[in-house]
């Protein structure tokens, strides 16, 4: 369990572990310091944590993530490589989440806002709320939509509807994110934890090996004829020798539930 | 339009003819029309002569008894080596490749259950008719298995890379009617109608131009993978069609202000 | 009339400004601006410089005139041309393409009437679409034996989605602004006649907005759309370059400070 001050905490839900982001005096600004403890936090959840087989990633007290924060970016950093460094570990988590070993779902409530938005696109799913406050905004402040969203956004909502957003930073609220394709389910303010923590704890049941070659499948299989034809033809092969496959024949066959091992 | 005659029982793909426009029917009813070694290897083997013969100009896709595909059949799924595997998973790859990047339009017709390979290989279709309570679920990994049959690139062309993600990692049923607002089907009719709706839309594929028809295909599948590719597609491509001779009678009939007449060449 | 001394100037390829924007109209009237190659030429040396090569523009609208977009390539051109000089003329309507979608500067189409082929292909590769609802689309290559070109295979897949475009490429049919709002090829679908006035206004939206940030996302869009690397290394590349800039630390005191930001490109 962590520390109630602690800037990034982990609880358990079953097999589901939940982490959140908590600096609710700047509603969860991606600061330095949150970049580093969301970094270390995932890092130790899908390498060294044989607990959990989901992660659900929220926000303390009502918002998700605000953004960067501003007050860190009044005066110029005179060091530019310094500056690539900062920015490549916002690469970093992004990698981590996005190719990572264990399906990762968001759970949004208000404020989803320039790097809240790329967290939240991170994501395997997002569950978000009615009415949280979204918006692209890094065009406004004359940056770039950083930490992956580049390319998470078009995958999200399309690259055209992705093209409008970044370009204008236009605000939106959880119901045109579900329109749009951003937010997997819309529920009511308040409930998106929960929601999330149901679809992750369900996807906590699949054969764990097999969700992991997907969603690593799902990095750059898709993307051209070839690639995907190669991920099916290079990997098929390997799920179907796991233990766990074998079982759900066996449990479809003696019509009953599975159990997986994991193996 | 043709009926099917009665079938013996290793008919397990059926092709009858409508005009330029063949239909392809799995009939494996028992098992509800499940992707097995014999129906795979007998789809092959009809796309192929049906993508190369001349009086064929589009292709409707369907399933006997009013399912489409339930799947790969799991009693077949015994245990075999990792060499046997790579050579197995071949054959559903040839009838994807072939339906995607061959010259012919496919449109499917889906009623009843489409899922595991059903969902794929309406998935690589070029149009998709369903009913609006069909049931589509992307179920593999359920079994500890991925998705397969190309499923990994037609399923995010249909209804974009998020959807399909979510489709994929949670294995939910969606129907007929969810399938038309994401994008996977094109088109949602009564149930009982999506033979008829698949046909009328396949006649008007039938129509264009094949020439320029196949060469489309071709460049969607794998001339698009960026800005750059895309337009050096069309530039390799393009002065193929212009010189051909339904372009030219294409143009002269604008011109002359009647309909064109192609010959395919 | 060559203001901006260009190789290929042509009286049918007209600019005109409202403040930070310029709105570049496609006028050959009579023959529904069907654009001919001089046409296509001017158009892509225009657009060029207006682009890279015009201080006083922050936005691009693309119009027709006369009520129309474009109707397309002009086929009364399509002689027979050898394979060499297809290729070239390809290439150089691509041009525009790459600059329009990629280029530093928003382009925004206005669409009333038709467009057409081509005219399709060129309202598409741009950042956002405004169609009058009874403006009408159509890529009608195929029923000219012809492939999809000018980019639009991969524009408008982009734009629409696989499942749409695939569609409208191979089945070459019709749809109207208010179908186009539905699928995502319009952003935004206006009253017939108004295209132009909300496109400007929209323009100069995005024109108030820092114009180095954005010649970086446009690039990035376009040019790293389709490779996960291409797009991270994107940002590790210019959002140092960006947190040095002017405009940058502009925003971030002009926020602290509560008041509105003024950007100058730097």
Known sequence: MSENDDIVQ?????????????YPQRRNAFSLKMRLALLDTFQTLFHDDNESRAIVLTGAQGNFCSGGDLSEMTSVDPSLLAMRERIAIGTRLFRLMYCGTKPVIAAVEGSCVGAGISLAAACDLAVGSATAKLSCSFVKVGLIPDTGVLWTLPQKVGAGKARELMLSGASFDGVEAGRIGLFNQVVEPGAALEHAVARATQIAQYPPVTVALLKASLVNGGNTLNAAWR??????????????HLEAVAAFMEKRQPTFSGN | MSTTAQTPEDDIVQISRDGAVAIVTLNYPKRRNAFSLKMRQDLLQSLTQLMHHDDCRAIVLTGADGTFCAGGDISEMKTRTVLEYRERNQLPLDIFKLMVEGPKTIVAAVEGVAMGAGVSLAAASDYVVCAANARFACAFVKVGLMPDTGLFWSLGQRVGAGKARELMLTAREFNGEEAADIGFANQQVEPGQALQAALTVAHRYAQMPPLAMAHLKAALASGIDSLDQAIETEVNLQPILRRSQDHLEATKAFMEKRPAVFVGN | MNPFNLKHADERIQVSRDGAVAIVTIANPERRNALGRQMRLALRETMHHLLVADPESRAIVLTGAG???????????????????????????CQVVRDMLGGPKPVISAVEGVAFGAGLSLAVATDYLVAASSARFCAAFLRIGLIPDTGILWTLPKKIGMSKARELLSLAHEIDGVEAGRIGLANLVVEPGQALSAAIAYAKQLAELPPLGMAFIKTALTFGADDMEASLRAEIDFQPLLRQSQDHLEAANAFIEKRPPVFTGQ
Do not use: C, W, Y
């Open chain 1, 10 to 22: 982990v609880h358990r839900q079953g097999a589901v572990a939940i982490v959140t982001m908590n």
């Open chain 1, 231 to 244: 991920r099916e033809v290079d990997l098929n092969p390997l799920t179907r020798q796991t233990e766990d």
């Open chain 3, 67 to 93: 009520g129309q977009f474009s109707a397309g390539a002009d086929i009364s051109e399509m002689t027979k041309r050898t394979v060499l000089q297809s290729r070239e003329i390809l290439n150089e309507s």
